[in-house]
């Protein structure tokens, strides 16, 4: 599949180098790309969202996660909860004052927390919580795009902001369990455990590190074997969602279930344990390829194996506003897939990079940083989003 029909990518030899190093004189560190610019500012307005083109040759003839049919399915079978009312996001000077506050700031985790509340203060009183738990799936078979990174980040937002959440991860690689600061080597009662030994979910759910309400079902690597000893599995591509449903989800405002990069029976498990799915796309020249194969892959589990599943979130990361290439790809996925693509864009952020070798989300690493920043947005529309569609 080609990437871009028609698109007039421009010739990367023009572009600037992808990221920078963090400068020691820089308290926070960030690369000039990590900084919220013109084009990438955390609750910037959205370009207008174009109707999805018929006919698209990318993303083939599916039209599901399109703005027309894809919405925000609730979980709760239709239960409403009380408007959260307009959202009424920072003003951009409200955003550049708490940037500017917390900048050279050695924030310690209490600080960090109490930071981020301050902030969600400024935003918004409380965020809305859903009145049933949502299970939001984020996928992308594609690798490196920011599954794990939003899946933690969005959590820990989520978390913050004082909402129960439950990240599962379901990647063989680890890094959400590394991220959230869970121990996940061989021994580790694991995922694993729950889909091929049966093993109750609550037996391996762990509080994540550093911040409160926030857990963490962990992979080990364990979990690479699944792939194959699922498919002998009675209920194979269901046994997610089973553990799901004998485990008490309504303890959680949100379950996140972070992917692996391919499309095998872990991914399906997840599509058909979730409700809702959430797509990282990087703005890169690649990022759109495959998404039609995955939309097709939605469109099978939703006819027979979960049609509650619903593209709800397209979530646009690494965005490096010094290039017209990512301007390019955020447009195409917003003229395709309309408003399910959130107003937020996640910049390019070496804080944001930086934090899972501390065992951190960048929420507690650097909350004053624009990726922290962003993804406080980002998981802010989440929340209002949700809650906003149920009514
Ligand atoms: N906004 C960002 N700015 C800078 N680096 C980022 C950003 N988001 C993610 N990264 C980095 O990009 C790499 C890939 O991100 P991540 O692991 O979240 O992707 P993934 O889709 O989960 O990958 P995989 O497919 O391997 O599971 C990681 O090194 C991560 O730290
Ligand atoms: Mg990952």
Redesign the pocket.
Known sequence: MSTGPGLGWPDRADEPPE?QPSGPGRPGGEGV??EAGPGNAPGEPAPEAGGPPSGHAMWGNTTSGTADNVGYVPTNGGAQQPPPGPRKGPSQGESELVREALKDAKVSRETAVTSMKVMSGRREKEWPRPKHCRIVT?A?????????????NLAASLAMHGAQVLVVDL?P?G??STALGVEHHAEIPSIYDVLIEDMPLSDIVVPATDIPNLFCAPATLNLAGAEIELVSKVARESRLRRALESYDTEAFDYVLI????SLGLLTVNALVGGDELLI?I?CEYYALEGLGQLVRTVDLVKAHLNPKLAVTTILL???DARTRLAAQVAEDVRNHFGDVVLNTV???????????SYGQS?MTYDPGSS?AL?YSEAASEVAHRGAGAAQ
């Not at 992308?140 to 933690?152: A, F, I, P």
């Not at 972070?258 to 990069?261: L, T």
């Open positions: 990221d790309a990590g984020i992308n078979q594609k690798g490196g795009v920011g599954k794990t990174t939003s899946s933690v990647d690689q890094n959400a972070d992917c692996p990069p990282p990087q990361t690494m965005y996640i910049p390019r952020s070496v804080r944001v990079s930086e934090a899972p960048v990726g962003a």
